[in-house]
């Protein structure tokens, strides 16, 4: 996410990560994609998430249109939560037009 990514009509931005539940949670990981651009919420997805594998791990690629940003500076925060816990990561990314 270090170079600019062009702003296209019929691109779609498509992050990945991994998600490791934890094994001592009855309860199903819950995700929340939040993107910010100038710290104003500008999109959210709640994908649903397949179940973890026999590591724990739940493989997960979210997707938004292109259409959805404007040129900016934008932060993609994954908000993930598993009964009591949860954990939060970001990366930052630009949009040219």
């Known amino acids: 996410l270090n170079e600019p990514i062009g702003q296209s009509a019929n691109g779609q931005l498509s992050p990945v990560f991994v998600i490791y539940s934890n094994p001592g949670e009855n309860e199903k990981p819950q995700l ?3 993107f910010l651009r100038d710290g104003e919420l500008v ?4 994908p649903e ?3 973890p594998d026999p590591e724990g791990c739940v493989p997960c690629v979210g997707s938004l249109p292109m259409s959805t940003f404007k040129p900016g500076q934008y932060e993609v925060r994954a908000v993930v939560r598993q009964g009591m816990t949860g954990a ?5 990314f630009t ?3």
């Open 88 to 92: 939060e990561e970001c990366a930052f």
């Open 32 to 34: 929340a994609l939040q």
């Open 43 to 46: 999109a959210q997805a709640l």
């Open 95 to 97: 949009v040219s037009p």
């Open 49 to 51: 998430l397949q179940a």
